[in-house]
């Protein structure tokens, strides 16, 4: 309870009752990784499927008409179907229907992120997944993500790279937590540190169940670790925006944005497409929050809470 009520007041101080709002969009599955934890490793018997430009399109429109002005582009760690040239297609293309725009995707180059920022994207969120290198490598079988040092350098080249913010996670539930709660935090501090104009945040990850594993759960840790955790990340960095995803249910996600978190997703399908008629390839795991768009938005306004769309202009 101290510790909620301190992560409280420093939210408050700096957020105000604001909570931003996106959706996922996932437009391929294809990788070239064998993350044993993970739906879209390329071991694992799924459904593959890569949308085209019209595909794509099709999708934004359909999120857009929700209200959403933020959409975090996703894609599967394969460089030879998802080239960065396709990434790039997809921001511009999503410039049409939002104002802001966050990647998801594999590690890349400098010079690779700012192309992908001169198409549209404003941010880029990496999931070091494990801060224990020995861990790392246990977990990480076969594919380019095995080179630990070059995942975890990954927002700072996109900072070089004209990138306005980056987001730090670590997968809850893969090693000791409180690890790499720790780890992940002092990587954002001297990252923030070092850049001092970057706009810094947090995801909040649990392990969840794959298609063809329903046994991989967060079995360690508990929603009473996560919102310490948290709360944690609030104090230490108060200004750092923090999202709670749909990895978490209602009731667990209704809570935390009144605590400590600052971003919501809704409208959420982690399949390829599901927005604008059925997915066309299978998800990269399950949601615990199916909730609509204007479900959300309901929520967050009976809270007191003000649902905001959009945090920036460019002028």
Not at 143 to 153: A, C, Q, T
Not at 204 to 223: G, K, M
Not at 234 to 251: K, L
Request: glycine share 6%.
């Amino acid at each position: 309870e101290e510790i909620a009520q301190a992560a409280q007041r420093e939210t408050r101080k700096h957020f105000g009752n604001s909570v931003n709002m996106f959706t996922p969009l996932y437009i391929a599955n294809y990788c070239e990784n064998y993350c044993i934890y993970c739906g879209f490793n390329c071991h694992n018997k799924i459904r593959r499927a890569m949308l085209n430009a019209e595909q794509i399109d099709m999708e934004m429109a359909a999120i857009a008409k929700s209200g959403l002005q933020e959409i975090l582009i996703l894609t599967g760690e394969s460089r030879v179907k998802s080239d960065v040239k396709y990434i790039g297609e997809a921001c511009k293309i999503a410039r049409k229907y939002f104002k802001v725009i966050g990647l998801e995707v594999y590690p890349m180059n400098s010079d690779e992120y700012a192309y992908l920022h001169e198409c549209g994207a404003d941010y880029v969120t990496v999931f070091q997944e494990t801060y224990d290198a020995r861990r790392y490598e246990e977990l990480h079988l076969a594919g380019h993500k095995r080179v630990f040092p070059y995942r975890m350098e990954a927002q700072e080249r996109a900072l070089m790279g004209g990138m306005r913010g980056v987001a730090f996670a670590a997968l809850l539930g893969l090693a000791d937590f409180r690890k790499d709660a720790f780890a992940t935090g002092m990587h954002a501090y001297l990252l923030q540190k070092k850049y001092p104009h970057a706009e810094i945040s947090f995801s909040c990850p649990r392990l969840r169940p794959i298609t063809n594993n329903s046994e991989i759960n967060p079995h360690d840790v508990h929603e009473r670790q996560l919102l310490q955790v948290m709360c944690a990340y609030r104090i230490f960095m108060p200004f750092a925006g923090m999202t709670i995803s749909t990895r978490e249910c209602e009731r667990f996600r209704n809570n935390v944005v009144d605590i400590a978190a600052t971003k919501i997703s809704a409208g959420v399908s982690t399949g390829i497409g599901g927005h604008e008629g059925e997915e066309q390839g299978d998800d990269q795991f399950e949601i615990a929050d199916g909730r609509s768009v204007e479900e959300v938005v309901a929520a967050l306004t009976a809270r007191g809470l003000q649902p905001v769309m959009n945090d920036y202009i460019y002028v």
